[in-house]
């Protein structure tokens, strides 16, 4: 089992929909969760992160994160196509957060 | 702005012919790291460097090899490169109880 999984997509939504992206991790110690988008061709760009249960808000995107169930979700409202990308959730190791676990990420494909 | 560089941003070299990209930080972190991506894949960890203290990946091969000679600069050699070698090279920094920034990569040919 990997430390952390992503469905590679692609995810399609219609322009103004809400896209939902979700990440399961196996280390139940874990304690901080990051989202990066990363365009094609360029490096990842951190998006948010989260460390409590619950949501976090940051304008158009949510971070949602259920330790109980080992899930943490991204939410992206009003989706543009300029967030068409692949998004990468990456944890913490829970000993040494020098080394973080990264999903290979979700492809997000907003159609006008 | 404090910034994480990444040169070059294209590098193609030939098969066994031994390559350095650089990375340099503005940012004063203490840790640097060097990730491999290849396509559809998630990044890597190679190496990273808490301040001097060079921590290697179980099963990073031999053939790359990694110098920080100050806190600002971090090299990572590839001292025989096979085809299998070609992909996007990021370097990351951290202070060490946060989140990582990364340069803008560099995408490595192997003819």
């Known amino acids: 089992q990997k430390e952390v999984e992503q469905n590679s997509g692609p995810l399609s939504v219609p322009e103004g929909a809400i896209a939902s992206l979700n990440c399961t991790y196996s280390?139940?110690?874990?304690?901080?969760f990051f989202w990066y988008r990363q365009y094609s061709g360029k490096s990842p760009e951190l998006i948010m992160f989260i460390y409590s249960n619950g949501d976090k808000e940051d304008g158009r995107f949510t971070a949602q994160l259920n330790k109980a169930s080992q899930y943490v979700s991204l939410l992206i409202r009003d989706s543009q196509p300029s967030d068409s990308a692949t998004y990468l959730c990456a944890v913490p190791e829970v000993y040494n957060f020098n080394k973080f676990y990264f999903g290979s990420g979700t492809k997000l494909n907003v159609k006008p | 702005d404090a910034m994480v560089i990444q040169n070059p941003r294209y590098q193609v070299t030939q098969f066994g012919k031994p390559v350095t990209l650089s990375c340099s930080q503005t940012l004063n972190h203490n840790v640097m790291y060097w990730y491999q991506q290849k396509s559809s894949q998630a990044p890597k960890l190679l190496f990273h460097?808490?301040?001097?203290?060079?921590?290697n990946e179980a099963d990073t091969p031999d053939n790359f090899q990694s110098r920080r000679p100050n806190t600002s600069f971090c090299f990572l050699d590839i001292r025989s490169p096979g085809l299998g070698d070609a992909a996007m090279y990021l370097c990351a920094t951290s202070t060490g109880t946060d989140t990582q920034y990364f340069g803008p990569g560099t995408r490595l040919t192997v003819l």
């Open positions: 460097y808490y301040d001097k203290d060079f921590n």
């Open positions: 280390d139940r110690g874990s304690q901080s």
